[in-house]
């Protein structure tokens, strides 16, 4: 963990530890973004171009700095979401994970979301894979220290049902974080997919929190319905999907069983909501406040005007 990350940030602080993600192909303007710093968030996620963009480096500062002369017209602290199929250990991968700190430190990012070990299967070339890119990751752990960015490995989740990767194992990404030692690379738990994850495989999410909080730097929370046994549904959802990204309290993730081991860490907390499942932002920061325990949101000068 990168402790430069984290200052200002105490356990139970919600109030500067509650960030929103803006969905991505949408750019944020600066009354989106004031709407959201008023609503009591202290934190923003914001995604990238993509990885051909990120490479080219002249596009890829001209976004970022444009990205942050948005951010200037409010208070709210940066990360920044690297593209989904992103993955270091590979010629153009590496390449582009270049540019992806350079956008970050362009941007005044703090933490980078990466999707790590992006694959799946057992046999002996995905083995080399993943050995590729966790030396690739301790190279550009090191560079992301030294420009005070912290790469936040993310756990992921089956979006349909159907065969699984090495990437929906939490306890897999806390290894990998592990593995490349790096104060430039922490662990992005995704409870929302741990929940999925941990549904599918029969166990429990209070266990998974348990093993990883201690290399966790960030926290993505959403709500779904787990595996779905039973042909569990909700009304306006998909009947199928899995990775659903509801508000929190809308699926069945256990939040008063995470609640307490959430408010005693210290990473922000970033709610990630599919756009069409999203209430109001006031009212957002109310739920995610009242499921954390943390009661109603402090009021900011633009909510008390």
């Known amino acids: 963990m990168n402790d430069q990350n984290m200052l200002q940030m105490q356990p139970g602080a919600i109030d500067e530890r509650l960030g929103l993600d ?8 600066a009354p989106a973004l ?23 480096r002249e596009q890829c500062r001209r976004h970022a700095r444009a990205l942050r002369a948005t951010l200037d017209t409010s208070g709210l602290r940066l ?27 362009e941007a005044g990012a703090e933490l980078v979301v990466y999707h790590g070990r992006n694959y799946g299967g057992v ?8 050995r590729a890119e966790e030396r690739s990751l301790r190279q550009h752990g090191a560079r992301a ?16 049902p159907g065969p699984a990767r090495l990437s929906h194992d939490p306890i897999g990404i806390r290894d990998l974080v592990r593995a490349v030692d790096s104060p430039g690379v ?46 569990l549904g909700a009304l306006g959802v998909d009947p199928l999907r899995l990775d659903l990204h509801l508000a ?17 860490h210290r990473a922000p907390l970033m709610l990630e909501i599919e756009p069409s499942h999203r209430p109001g932002l006031v009212a957002l920061a109310t739920i995610a406040r009242q499921l954390l325990g943390a009661g109603a ?7 008390a005007a």
């Open 123 to 130: 046999h002996e070339r995905v083995a080399e894979r993943a």
């Open 186 to 231: 922490g662990m992005l738990l995704d409870l929302g997919h741990a929940h999925l994850t941990a549904a599918l495989g029969g166990l429990g999410i209070e266990a998974v929190l348990r093993a990883v909080a201690g290399d966790v730097v960030l926290f993505h929370l959403h709500d779904n319905l787990g595996a779905r046994r039973h042909q």
């Open 297 to 303: 949101p402090a009021p900011t000068a633009a909510t």
């Open 22 to 29: 803006v969905h991505r192909n949408h750019w944020p303007t």
């Open 79 to 105: 990360l920044v979401h690297g593209p989904d199929e992103l993955s270091a250990g590979t010629l153009a991968g590496d390449r582009a994970v270049r540019g992806l700190l350079d956008y970050a430190c």
């Open 248 to 264: 929190p309290g809308s699926g069945t993730l256990p939040w008063e069983r995470v609640a307490g081991a959430l408010r005693a």
């Open 145 to 160: 220290a030294a420009l005070g960015i912290t790469i936040a490995v993310e756990n992921l989740a089956p979006v349909w």
């Open 34 to 56: 004031k709407a959201v710093e008023a609503a009591g968030f202290a934190w923003v996620q914001l995604h990238t171009p993509p990885a051909a963009v990120l490479a080219d």
